[in-house]
């Protein structure tokens, strides 16, 4: 089983993020600037207990700075996740900070009669960085999911804007889906997104995303179908087919104008062709609507590079047995 690279977390506070919506930016409404904020080396048990106290007194500088220490060392305590989960309406706190952001990103604020504050990206990141923990961990997974919190992380994940702010929001966003399905091992968190359609809020990342975005979606999607029940769901239904198999080709597509295609990326896309081609609706269609970039030479250093993406190309074109028989060969004759 795949896991996701862990670089795709990179850790961004310490970039300074700024919103690109300069309309309200002057607005009165905007909070004072706040002083730079520190990271705490070695933080105490007690400063943790502390910094989740903090976080209950909203536009302080006691509560900005709880949120960055905490997102920064959210790996260092392993109860943290269950601290932050159990503690009386704190993840209901650190949800306003994730809608604050709806604002933002539906319509245009300048038709607003009043615009809203000004987005601070930093603390919405920082908020969806401790959900990312929340996801993961054994203890607040499913209750996490049991909540339905991943429905208000759809909107940022469907945001139409390439922008920098919002595309750190979107990626933190897209992490949080990645690490449930990275911890969940019982289905739970499969069905979960297949219930609530989740393959449809990808299209946007997909048209819009970076390349970080664009491979922690078909890391998502790759989940999806190493499940039984998850690929049964992307094929039964052949206008959901179409949507995946669209979504595939626009990132291949993608990988084609890039100068260096990204192998981790490669590698996924063409990891969920090969699971498509296992069922026979979908083999079907891929037949039909074949991916010729797969086929024509284009990446064919690339795939024969990595053994991974090697064996689900091999896979891929057993699958699809109209395939003419020497393309393996003509593929791989490049390889050195």
Same mark, same amino acid.
């Given at each position: ?7 795709? $977390?990179?850790? &961004?506070? @310490? ?48 509560? &900005? ?8 060392? =959210? ?21 306003? %900070?994730?809608?604050?952001? &709806? #604002? ?13 504050? !000004? ?12 959900? !990312? ?36 929001? =979107? ?20 069905? $979960? ?18 390349? %970080? *975005? ?11 179908? *190493?499940?039984?029940?998850?690929? !049964? ?5 052949? %206008? ?13 597509? $993608? ?17 969920? &062709?090969?699971?498509?081609?296992? @069922? ?6 891929? #037949? ?12 064919? #250093?690339?795939?024969?590079? %990595? ?30």
């Amino acid at each position: 089983m795949l896991n996701l690279p862990d670089s795709l $977390y990179e850790d &961004y506070s @310490k970039l300074k993020l700024t919103s690109p919506s300069s309309s309200y930016a002057s607005s009165s409404s905007a909070p004072p600037p706040l002083p730079a904020l520190t990271i705490i080396p070695q933080p105490t048990i007690m400063m943790i207990f502390q910094w989740i106290s903090d976080l209950h007194k909203p536009n302080t500088f006691e509560s &900005y700075f709880a949120l960055h220490n905490l997102a920064h060392h =959210r790996n260092n305590f392993e109860f943290l996740p269950c601290l932050l989960w159990e503690s009386h309406a704190t993840a209901f706190i650190m949800l306003q %900070d994730v809608i604050a952001v &709806y #604002r933002h990103i539906v319509g245009h604020i300048s038709s607003l009669p009043f615009p809203p504050p !000004q987005l601070n990206p930093l603390r919405a990141y920082n908020v969806l960085l401790l959900f !990312q923990s929340i996801a993961y961990h054994p203890e607040t997974r499913g209750r996490f999911i049991k909540a339905k919190m991943p429905n208000y992380l759809f909107p940022l994940i469907d945001v139409g804007v390439t922008e920098r702010p919002y595309e750190r929001i =979107r990626l933190a966003a897209l992490g949080v889906i990645a690490h449930m399905l990275k911890a969940s091992q019982d289905g739970v968190a499969v069905r $979960y997104l297949m219930d609530s359609s989740a393959v449809g809020h990808l299209v946007k990342t997909v048209e819009f995303g970076s390349t %970080d *975005s664009k491979t922690v979606a078909a890391f998502i999607l790759h989940k999806i179908m *190493s499940s039984a029940e998850g690929l !049964q769901y992307c094929c039964v239904l052949a %206008d959901r087919f179409f949507v995946i198999n669209d979504l595939l080709k626009k990132l291949l597509n $993608y990988l084609g104008t890039m100068v260096r295609p990204s192998p981790a990326l490669l590698n996924l896309v063409v990891g969920c &062709y090969s699971k498509l081609s296992q @069922k026979s609706r979908a083999r079907d269609g891929l #037949r039909r609507y074949t991916p010729g970039l797969l086929f024509d030479g284009t990446f064919a #250093r690339l795939i024969a590079e %990595d053994p991974v993406t090697e064996n689900y190309w091999r896979q891929l074109v057993q699958n699809l047995d109209n395939i003419s028989n020497d393309v393996p060969e003509r593929l791989f004759s490049l390889k050195r």
